[in-house]
T-cell receptor, first 113, second 112 residues
Framework: DSGVTQTPKHLITATGQRVTLRCSPRSGDLSVYWYQQSLDQGLQFLIQYYNGEERAKGNILERFSAQQFPDLHSELNLSSLELGDSALYFC????????????FGPGTRLLVL | GEDVEQSLFLSVREGDSSVINCTYTDSSSTYLYWYKQEPGAGLQLLTYIFSNMDMKQDQRLTVLLNKKDKHLSLRIADTQTGDSAIYFCAESPTSGNTPLVFGKGTRLSVIA
C-alpha cells in the first residue's frame, strides 16, 4: 500500500459524458501527478500540481482539467469523453525533497462506451 | 526530447536470473527508477538509483547504470513466479519534483 488513494476504482460511462477522478496523496506529500496508461501510448504524464498550483503540463487534452485543493487532494476532470479516453488513470505523489520518489495510487480504470 | 526504450517481453525459468534492460536519452537525468506493475494493479516502486552511482543492490535486485551509454538494467536473482509482471524503467529528467518519463514496460513471464 503506497498511501496514495484513488476513487473510484472503476468507472463506466458513455461518450460525451463528463467524469471526475479523485486522488488523495500520501500524508505530507505536496506534489500530485496525473498519468494516463493506455495500451497503445503506454504511461503518459498529464499534469502536476504542487501545493495547490499547477507545476507542469504534459500531454493533457484541452477537454481534461485538474486542480489541487487546500487539503492537497486532487481531482482530474475529463469531459466530452471519447472512446479513446478509455484507459487507466494513475495519480502519484511525492514530497518536496531532492529525492523525487513518486508513489503511485492503484489507479482508476475508465471505460467509455 | 526525452525517450526511454525497453524490450517488450522477457521469459525466464523459475530460479534463473532475469535481466531487464533500458536505455534513455536524457543525459541530465538525476534519478532512474524501476517500477513493477502486477496484473490489474498500480505501479509499485521497486528501486531507484541516483545518476552518480554505478550500482545498487537491494536483496534479490541489482541495478546497474552505465551513464556513458545511457543504459540501465535490473537484475532479479532467483526469479520466482511471483515476479511475473510488467517492469517499467523511468527517468527523472531534472531534479526537483518533476514528472517521470516512462518506458513502455517489459513483460516478464516466469516459467515454472
Amino acid at each position: 500500500d503506497s498511501g496514495v488513494t484513488q476513487t473510484p476504482k472503476h468507472l463506466i460511462t458513455a461518450t460525451g459524458q463528463r467524469v471526475t477522478l479523485r486522488c488523495s496523496p500520501r500524508s505530507g506529500d505536496l506534489s500530485v501527478y496525473w498519468y494516463q496508461q493506455s495500451l497503445d501510448q503506454g504511461l503518459q504524464f498529464l499534469i502536476q500540481y504542487y501545493n495547490g498550483e499547477e507545476r507542469a503540463k504534459g500531454n493533457i487534452l484541452e477537454r481534461f482539467s485538474a486542480q489541487q485543493f487546500p487539503d492537497l487532494h486532487s481531482e482530474l476532470n475529463l469531459s466530452s469523453l471519447e472512446l479513446g479516453d478509455s484507459a487507466l488513470y494513475f495519480c502519484a505523489s511525492s514530497p518536496q525533497t531532492e529525492q523525487e520518489t513518486q508513489y503511485f495510487g492503484p489507479g482508476t480504470r475508465l471505460l467509455v462506451l | 526530447g526525452e525517450d526511454v526504450e525497453q524490450s517488450l517481453f522477457l521469459s525466464v525459468r523459475e530460479g534463473d536470473s532475469s535481466v531487464i534492460n533500458c536505455t534513455y536519452t536524457d543525459s541530465s537525468s538525476t534519478y532512474l527508477y524501476w517500477y513493477k506493475q502486477e496484473p490489474g494493479a498500480g505501479l509499485q516502486l521497486l528501486t531507484y538509483i541516483f545518476s552518480n552511482m554505478d550500482m545498487k543492490q537491494d536483496q534479490r535486485l541489482t541495478v546497474l547504470l552505465n551513464k556513458k551509454d545511457k543504459h540501465l538494467s535490473l537484475r532479479i536473482a532467483d526469479t520466482q513466479t511471483g515476479d511475473s509482471a510488467i517492469y517499467f524503467c523511468a527517468e527523472s529528467p531534472t531534479s526537483g519534483n518533476t514528472p517521470l518519463v516512462f518506458g513502455k514496460g517489459t513483460r516478464l513471464s516466469v516459467i515454472a
